[in-house]
């Protein structure tokens, strides 16, 4: 569903360039699953949801609705900037209830309990060895600049 309008558009153009449908058919039904994009995986009794590659508002706000779809009692969202997104980063972090200070404002002053946040990717990695257990769901979503693949590395080797 979320690449519904990629995909319309992709056929579009395809079908301009006189590309035989059954050829545009072929590659859309191919269902490769890239690294690290809304990739769920269970380890040691943890369903963590990895999809560090890439981030913005829209795809932050999709993961959530997965997270939020699981059937663990606990579901924690560890969430890192959405870069490259200049004078819109801080409205649009805030709106989400994420840069991700402004994120964890924003979810503050909506409501959202439970808020921890850091400056490093290192410092995440190092709270998650002891506060995420077995049981839980795990969210792990930014841009591919803040090298969140540590943190997923940190949980999943737990």
Known sequence: KKNLYNKIAAICVTLKF??????????????????????????????????????SPDSIKAALGVLADTDKNRKVAILGDVLEMGDFAKDAHYNLGENMKY???????????????????????????????????????ASRGMHFEEVYNTIKNK
């Open 18 to 55: 006189d590309v035989p449908m059954d050829k545009i058919a072929e590659v859309i039904h191919r269902k490769k699953k890239k690294k690290m994009r809304l990739a769920v995986e269970e380890y040691n009794g943890i369903t963590i949801i990895n999809d560090c590659y890439n981030a």
């Open 103 to 141: 994120l964890a404002q924003g979810a503050k002053d909506n409501g959202v309990e439970n808020i921890v946040s850091f400056d490093k990717t290192l410092e995440v990695c190092n709270y998650v060895k002891d506060e995420i257990k077995s049981g839980d769901a795990v969210l792990i979503k």
